[in-house]
């Protein structure tokens, strides 16, 4: 008699993993995904600029042109969108870059803070990508902005 009692307690635990089993599967399938985008989309329409002269003289091969990303977020149910903009995308070496050009009326500040604010969104959307090429016209310049760890991190503990 022992061993049906036993056999009936291994069934009903057996039934209920298997549920609980079949309702992680179903909530993880239908679980939205995380937006990482594997590749960056490529424009082909290049506008011809400063920006495109300085980066090829640099040794970059231009091969995308301006493209608008467009977002969604969720905020409690609601949908807000927004949207990404990147000027060009370059290769140099097997490397792709995304990259934004300065703006005069939004120039941009050189500190972490502002980085964070205004490139972090690119390098975090593409991760496959090496880095954001930041050209600024004015100074004939173009500046690689690549997201690393931070290995100082007991100055940021109190």
Do not use: H
């Amino acid at each position: 008699m022992d061993t049906r009692y036993d056999t009936v307690i291994i069934v009903v635990i057996g039934v209920i993993l298997a549920i609980w089993a079949l309702y992680s599967l179903r909530a993880w399938l239908e679980e939205p995904e995380p937006l990482v985008l594997k590749t960056i989309p490529i424009n082909e329409e290049l506008d011809e600029g400063p920006a495109v002269d300085l980066l090829e003289k640099a040794g970059y091969e231009v091969v995308g042109g301006k493209m608008k990303i467009p977002l969604a977020f969720k905020v409690n149910g609601n949908t807000v969108y927004s949207r990404l903009f990147i000027d060009y995308v370059a290769v140099r070496n097997g490397s792709t870059y995304m990259v934004t050009t300065s703006r005069r009326k939004k120039p941009i500040q050189w500190s972490g803070p502002e980085l964070r604010d205004r490139l972090l969104p690119y390098l975090l959307l593409y991760p496959g990508c090496a880095g954001v090429l930041y050209v600024d016209t004015d100074e004939q310049s173009i500046r690689l902005i690549t997201l690393m760890e931070d290995l100082e991190e007991e100055e940021y503990e109190d």
